[in-house]
């Protein structure tokens, strides 16, 4: 069969439009999964009561970091009643929104939307835990600690600062991961 110069063109054409359609395609999965699981994931959180919160989770919380400060610093004599700390310095109620859960879920969703394998995903998911617990322990620590002795800088350090912090370390640790699983998919 002999083709003409212009039905190969087409042919050719074709397959170029095909690919970049595809192209096109994939480079919007991850973001459309990711948005589709964040808000999955903050939508179901926020449902949650905030006695229930409280109770199986802030509560808790409020007790580990009580006992964090205390270990680190053993002169505060914090206690924790309930979702608060208290101390004779400071008081500081740990919420729902000081729980460390959007980045958390906004990690997971970027880790579970991105391509590779179940074992790899499952290993960055309870990473992103230990990360985010750390972390969130640390930012409630600093944010006893500058109530306690800077009250003035305490609004920056919390709705600033130690947000950013938080969310940047929780985007080196997506990079990371992500180098690890694509190493691992690729090597």
């Known amino acids: 069969m002999n083709l003409g110069v ?15 359609v595809r192209s096109f395609f994939r480079a919007f999965i991850f973001p459309m999964v990711f948005l589709m699981l964040a808000t999955v ?29 205390n270990w680190s610093l053993p002169n505060e004599n914090v206690n924790a009643y309930q979702n608060f700390i208290t101390s004779a310095h400071a008081q500081l109620e740990i919420s729902r929104t000081c729980s460390g859960s959007s980045p958390f879920f906004f990690l997971v969703a970027a880790i579970l939307a991105f ?45 600033y600062v130690a947000p950013m912090v938080m969310i940047a370390c929780c985007c080196v640790f997506f990079i990371w991961w992500a180098f690890y699983a694509l190493g691992k998919k690729h090597g």
């Open 6 to 20: 212009y039905q190969y063109m087409s042919i050719i054409s074709g397959v170029v439009d095909r690919i970049a």
């Open 41 to 69: 994931f903050e939508g179901t959180y926020t449902s949650i009561s905030d006695s229930a919160l409280n109770r199986f989770y802030l509560n808790y919380l409020a007790d580990a970091s009580a006992f964090l400060i």
């Open 115 to 159: 391509s590779g394998a179940t074992s790899d995903k499952m290993i960055g998911v309870v990473c992103s835990a230990l990360l985010v617990v750390f972390l969130n322990q640390i930012r409630i620590l600093s944010l006893y600690l500058t109530m306690a002795y800077i009250p003035d800088k305490f609004l920056l350090l919390h709705f």
